[in-house]
């Protein structure tokens, strides 16, 4: 590997150190090769999430993505420019990660900066699908498997994924005018946009999140058909991100669905238990491994 590719790929680290909170744990029991290239698909969806989030003019988050596409189009024809793209077209190549993958998450991301409402569940999946189902389509080209269905497994996981994000980020998306829940069912529970800018927990509440964690629940026990298509060596990563982010879900549950008081997640030893547990698990699959304690 050439020194300007190494220092791409340690920028693309030290993102992912910085930024990846949950993911980072899982990132660092893959075999070397593999991180790397997971470090730069990460780095690559924070520089989107990024531009999304900035405070900047519409206009000018929209010219930032049309760079950002014009810079991924260098990258897959060879002409990469700057650190996070010198990783991708590398990683891309050795792992044949299709380009399309990319411009998904970048027209997902886009559409945080128009739409802030959405109608019912089918336009939330497609939301979905393009910021996290798609991620987890370019993981697993890294991970490597021999299964079709592995794909349509990892659609699933990131669907759930991103339904935890949306249950447990509820209060800080609706601060910002952002509202993830479908509006038809926030109407079928009685439950107004009004209610939940003004941070009214009740019965209603309590039922309408009930409903979504039931929903994102199901497609985590879809999920679970994913790990054993996943090659042994990598098996342990998606498994700890699985688990990680279930069990924030378990936690909403627990709390009583209460997402308003406090940020709902795991602990840092509780993640670095679960980490050492399920990569035991997956080296040594005989062994029995004791639960975490939520």
């Not at 794909?151 to 935890?164: F, H, K």
């Not at 994000?165 to 209060?171: A, M, S």
């Not at 549950?253 to 993640?271: D, M, Q, T």
């Amino acid at each position: 590997m050439g020194k300007e590719l190494e220092q791409a790929y340690d920028h693309c680290q030290r993102i992912a150190k910085e930024n990846a909170r949950n993911f980072y744990y899982a990132f660092r029991i893959l075999p070397a090769r593999k991180r790397r290239a997971i470090y730069a698909a990460y780095a690559f969806c924070r520089l989107c999430d990024d531009i999304s989030d900035d405070d900047l003019p519409l206009e000018e988050k929209d010219r930032q993505f049309a760079e950002t596409r014009q810079h991924l189009a260098d990258s897959r024809d060879g002409r990469a420019t700057g650190p996070i793209f010198r990783a991708i077209g590398d990683a891309s190549n050795a792992f044949n990660i299709p380009f399309r993958y990319y411009e998904e998450v970048i027209e997902g991301v886009e559409m945080d900066l128009t739409k802030t409402r959405f109608a019912d569940f089918d336009e939330l999946k497609d939301y979905c699908y393009k910021v996290a189902s798609v991620v987890g389509l370019i993981c697993i080209e890294v991970f490597g498997y021999d299964d079709d269905k592995a794909r349509e497994y990892a659609v699933d996981m990131g669907l759930a994924m991103q339904l935890t994000n949306i249950l447990r980020d509820v209060k800080e998306d609706a601060e910002r005018g952002r509202i993830y829940l479908p509006q038809d069912e926030m109407a079928r529970f009685a439950y107004t946009e009004q209610d939940l800018m003004n941070g009214v927990f009740n019965d209603s509440f309590r039922a309408l999140m009930a409903f979504q964690v039931d929903r994102a629940r199901t497609y985590y026990e879809k999920s679970r058909r994913l790990f054993p298509l996943i090659h042994a060596e990598a098996r342990a990563c998606p498994s700890v991100l699985h688990a990680t982010y279930s069990g924030v879900l378990d936690r909403i549950e627990a709390s009583g669905y209460n997402v308003f008081e406090r940020r709902i997640g795991l602990s840092k030893p509780a993640k670095l238990l679960l980490v050492a547990r399920l990569w035991a698990g997956t080296l040594l699959p005989s062994v029995p491994i004791p639960l975490l304690r939520r």
